[in-house]
């Protein structure tokens, strides 16, 4: 009997115990944890943090949804022995580690929040939004505090700064990078996020850093571009690290980008060692370069492989566009591929179109402006990127796209795609053939 | 300088004009439209009826949005000589007939209200779904109207009963087939929308046919499957016949759907003329079957292609999954490609999987449930059809399915699709990888 090891029980360990049990119905699954509860949900933090998930608690799950499956919270797994094919694990409490043999094992350690190199970063009422301890913390610090930073503009950063202005603060964002949601959005997009932000009273600092955040026990003042504001709340939204330790201890190959080097089977460079998730190594479809992707559908995505090959099926991850949609105030902006920016960097000046339509005919009340860029390669005209705004139907148009750019469709082809309307859900001509036929008048 | 004549101007021949002027910036086009306006939008009836939209005179555009293209509203095309290249044309009021000579003739003449040979079916307050003026006779008619009869159970018949019903009448729906939507749902997906529509008050009586419309001079009841319904208002909805006449008198082939025979190029039997939208035969792209498609979408489609090749470019028309959305009461139901039934009717016996999943995570406030059904064909696992309800997300799904059809998609490869998420707008494993993981445990 087969014996698979999972260490990491969040996106991808979940579901690469879930593959791994519909792979092969007799193998003994074990998954380690450290957590003292099986599941949590880290996207909604923002969100209990603003209300509208009333109560955080609703983010934990005590239980493991996977029958069949033995997951061991509050367990840790110190070492690996990849020679020996055995891990020891230790409960947290007991600290009386004990060896597993493993067959196969899948590290799914995920990552931890990075904290930037400021001084003072370690002051209290300085806080990630990473754990549901990081959640629970700042939902405690909205009772005093008046005036918060958030540092860093990607998604969580966005949604934790909307999140306290709908809690009444005062909030600055600042960003390093000339534009908010930089990995996400070209500058003339990200713009119009910002806009809607400063509409809402957040200021935004962008192409600025934090030098300093300053205090006694308690956070009272940043200092970025040379100016001191008084704040009484830092949030750190500076991104995640892939968390790498047990891996590298254990003399598994780490790639350019910092997480675990894997390739097309999730195979790590250790025989029967699989990994995937926030830990793992990516690559982006498009300037095939290895990234670290970091978004809970790709731990889903590549947890499904490492799971399946980790009780003896055979799959492959393809790579990722990181798709991703991020929402603040109703808008939701979502991207797939990679923006102007990161395409020319990697040797790839796309041609580049944006429209603004309405979601419905204009004679249906209640009719709501989308905006969409489109990237295109040059040479073969093909989809490599896409950006859209809307208060809806944004997330799937932009599933459509990452699926039109994996499939090597071309703007021509996007512009003929056969699409359903009726006047209180669509209008008569998709958003998304209106900016393909702008990209045409171009080229 | 090329002359480009088009006839008729909805959809199809409106896409056919400014097609046509895209392609060649020097022709002279020249549209010949019997209506007294330019534009009008005849899926919008039913909710002008409903009240959705105030005024159902805002679905009516009195000029064409179109630049440099001669529109001859209030004019009809009397005969078509296709050896010598002309076409008669009068002003409706002046009845002095005009011979136009052309390079190149787009056919888009539409289609008609179909009437069943019902007796009675002249009656007062009997009306069809289709014209502006249909429209106005049935929202003179609430005023006095407090029962109503809908004959078809289509997306107008559907949407049009909902509209009743809202207005305070007393619906009956009689569908001649066994379930309601049948050339879009399957029976067990057609149902959750009948219960929906019965929750509402409204009667559906499938498998019935309206025998006769009883009445003096307006309709006092219809009698179906036997019975006497006492009503003071029917709506025939039992779809739309292609507008062939002036092709049939000039001797142009028709299709045995009774449409004008096609190929993809959408060239007629005829030198130089082309045919698009509801007027003329499509086919379905799983089927390869000639259809009527008689979508606003697929006329679109259609008149992007002749108007085209018309101006002397080249575009084909690759068929149709007939991809359509409808909407009841903030439902929004959605299809591709065939279903179960016509699947059969044309020798393919799909495997169907369907799901029911939330649109977010179960955590987040006001997630809504989503049904999801696919039709996989067995031999290669090829997706060929999808049904999605939903109250929201539903028709950019159905166009993602659309694609991935149209793409010759497996449901394994459906099963891999990248998305993303975001809590307050998707669930972290999307419902159509859930639908697909569904099949793939029947394969």
Redesign the interface.
Request: glycine share 10%; net charge neutral.
């Given at each position: 009997m087969r014996h698979v090891v999972i260490i990491g029980f969040e996106?991808a360990g979940l579901t690469a115990a879930s593959a791994a049990r519909k792979t092969d119905r007799t193998a003994r699954i074990t998954v380690i944890e450290r957590r003292s509860y099986a599941v949590y949900?880290p996207?909604?933090i923002p969100?209990a943090i603003g209300g509208?998930?009333?109560d955080i608690g609703?983010?934990v799950e005590p239980a493991s949804p996977l029958e069949n499956v033995d997951v061991r919270t509050a367990t840790e797994a110190i070492a690996l022995d990849v020679r020996n094919r055995t891990v020891e694990v230790s409960a947290i409490r007991a600290r009386r580690p004990e060896s597993l043999e493993y067959d196969a094992l899948v590290l799914a350690t995920g990552s931890y929040a990075f904290k930037p190199p400021i001084p003072g970063i370690d002051l209290g009422n300085v806080h990630s939004v990473k754990t549901i301890e990081d959640g629970q913390a700042i939902i405690s610090a909205l009772r005093r505090a008046k005036r918060a930073a958030v540092i860093g503009a990607g998604?969580i950063g966005i949604?934790t700064a909307a999140a306290l202005r709908e809690r009444g603060l005062d909030v600055t964002i600042v960003e390093a990078l000339p534009s908010v949601l930089p990995g996400m959005l070209d500058p003339d997009m990200a713009d119009l996020v910002a806009k809607l932000l400063r509409g809402k009273g957040i200021d935004i600092l962008c192409g600025q850093v934090v030098q300093e955040i300053r205090g006694d026990e308690r956070v009272r003042s940043i200092v970025a571009g040379g100016q001191e504001l008084p704040v009484d709340l830092v949030i750190i939204a500076t991104g995640v690290k892939p968390e790498v330790q047990l891996a590298r201890e254990a003399g598994i190959e780490l790639g350019e980008s910092g997480g675990i080097r894997v390739d097309k089977y999730l195979r790590t460079s250790a025989a029967d060692v699989y990994a995937a998730g926030d830990c793992a190594e990516s690559f982006c479809l498009i300037t095939k370069r290895p990234i670290l992707s970091q978004?809970?559908?790709?731990a889903?995505?590549m947890g499904?492989v490492a799971g399946t090959n980790a009780a003896g099926g055979e799959a492959i991850f393809?790579g990722?566009?990181n798709?991703?949609?991020?929402?603040a105030y109703g808008l939701?902006v979502?991207s797939?591929g990679p923006t102007t920016h990161s395409a020319r960097e990697a040797g790839i000046d796309p041609i580049t179109g944006r429209i603004r339509a309405m979601n419905r005919?204009r004679?249906?009340?209640g009719a709501k402006p989308i905006v969409v860029k489109l990237l295109v390669e040059p040479s073969e005209h093909r989809i490599i990127g896409g950006q859209v705004l809307s208060t809806?139907?944004?997330?799937?148009?932009?599933?459509?796209l990452?699926?039109?750019i994996?499939?090597g469709m071309t703007v021509e082809e996007l512009a003929?795609?056969?699409?359903?309307?009726?006047?209180?859900?669509?209008d008569?001509?998709?958003p998304l053939v209106v900016a393909a036929e702008a990209i045409l008048r171009k080229l």
């Amino acid at each position: 009997m087969r014996h698979v090891v999972i260490i990491g029980f969040e996106s991808a360990g979940l579901t690469a115990a879930s593959a791994a049990r519909k792979t092969d119905r007799t193998a003994r699954i074990t998954v380690i944890e450290r957590r003292s509860y099986a599941v949590y949900h880290p996207c909604g933090i923002p969100f209990a943090i603003g209300g509208e998930v009333p109560d955080i608690g609703r983010l934990v799950e005590p239980a493991s949804p996977l029958e069949n499956v033995d997951v061991r919270t509050a367990t840790e797994a110190i070492a690996l022995d990849v020679r020996n094919r055995t891990v020891e694990v230790s409960a947290i409490r007991a600290r009386r580690p004990e060896s597993l043999e493993y067959d196969a094992l899948v590290l799914a350690t995920g990552s931890y929040a990075f904290k930037p190199p400021i001084p003072g970063i370690d002051l209290g009422n300085v806080h990630s939004v990473k754990t549901i301890e990081d959640g629970q913390a700042i939902i405690s610090a909205l009772r005093r505090a008046k005036r918060a930073a958030v540092i860093g503009a990607g998604p969580i950063g966005i949604e934790t700064a909307a999140a306290l202005r709908e809690r009444g603060l005062d909030v600055t964002i600042v960003e390093a990078l000339p534009s908010v949601l930089p990995g996400m959005l070209d500058p003339d997009m990200a713009d119009l996020v910002a806009k809607l932000l400063r509409g809402k009273g957040i200021d935004i600092l962008c192409g600025q850093v934090v030098q300093e955040i300053r205090g006694d026990e308690r956070v009272r003042s940043i200092v970025a571009g040379g100016q001191e504001l008084p704040v009484d709340l830092v949030i750190i939204a500076t991104g995640v690290k892939p968390e790498v330790q047990l891996a590298r201890e254990a003399g598994i190959e780490l790639g350019e980008s910092g997480g675990i080097r894997v390739d097309k089977y999730l195979r790590t460079s250790a025989a029967d060692v699989y990994a995937a998730g926030d830990c793992a190594e990516s690559f982006c479809l498009i300037t095939k370069r290895p990234i670290l992707s970091q978004l809970a559908t790709t731990a889903i995505r590549m947890g499904k492989v490492a799971g399946t090959n980790a009780a003896g099926g055979e799959a492959i991850f393809e790579g990722t566009l990181n798709t991703v949609v991020t929402c603040a105030y109703g808008l939701e902006v979502a991207s797939t591929g990679p923006t102007t920016h990161s395409a020319r960097e990697a040797g790839i000046d796309p041609i580049t179109g944006r429209i603004r339509a309405m979601n419905r005919p204009r004679y249906y009340p209640g009719a709501k402006p989308i905006v969409v860029k489109l990237l295109v390669e040059p040479s073969e005209h093909r989809i490599i990127g896409g950006q859209v705004l809307s208060t809806e139907g944004t997330a799937e148009r932009i599933n459509l796209l990452a699926l039109a750019i994996k499939k090597g469709m071309t703007v021509e082809e996007l512009a003929q795609i056969e699409y359903c309307y009726a006047p209180p859900v669509s209008d008569c001509i998709e958003p998304l053939v209106v900016a393909a036929e702008a990209i045409l008048r171009k080229l």
